[in-house]
């Protein structure tokens, strides 16, 4: 079982940055992939970046490539999601997610945080 949480987001203009953090429990952490995907109102949840186990491997969509990055540190059970030249399409609720056979689906993950809303006002 893996709990997690989201913080870190807030309300930012256009072209500003966020850091978001996710901190998991449990002692399984490292075997997770780890994910985040976004919500908009009206809108499916939509995946925003992926990263394996050990951090050597990420995978984001064409809108945020670039723009954003995806990290983690095991010791510390925290995945990271930075994110830098922040557009108002951006805004939506972001959520944490843990999965073994993570991908880009949300089908794939099996834990879910609460999200964190990220705002950019124009």
């Known amino acids: 079982q893996v709990q997690l949480v989201e913080s870190g987001g807030g309300l930012v203009q256009v072209g500003g940055s966020l850091r978001l953090s996710c901190a998991a429990s449990g002692r399984t952490f490292s075997r997770y992939v780890m994910g985040w995907f976004r919500q908009a109102p009206g809108k499916e949840r939509e995946f925003v970046a992926r990263?394996?186990?050990?951090?050597?491997?990420?995978n984001y969509p064409n809108s945020v490539k670039g723009r954003f990055t995806i990290s983690r540190d095991n010791a510390k059970k925290t995945v990271y999601l930075q994110m830098n030249s922040l557009k108002p399409e951006d805004t939506a609720v972001y959520y944490c997610?843990?999965?073994?056979?993570?991908?880009?689906?949300?089908?794939?993950?099996?834990?879910w945080g609460q999200g964190t809303q990220v705002t950019v006002s124009s």
């Open positions: 990263v394996n186990w050990s951090g050597g491997s990420t």
């Open positions: 997610a843990a999965g073994q056979g993570g991908t880009t689906t949300r089908g794939s993950y099996d834990f």
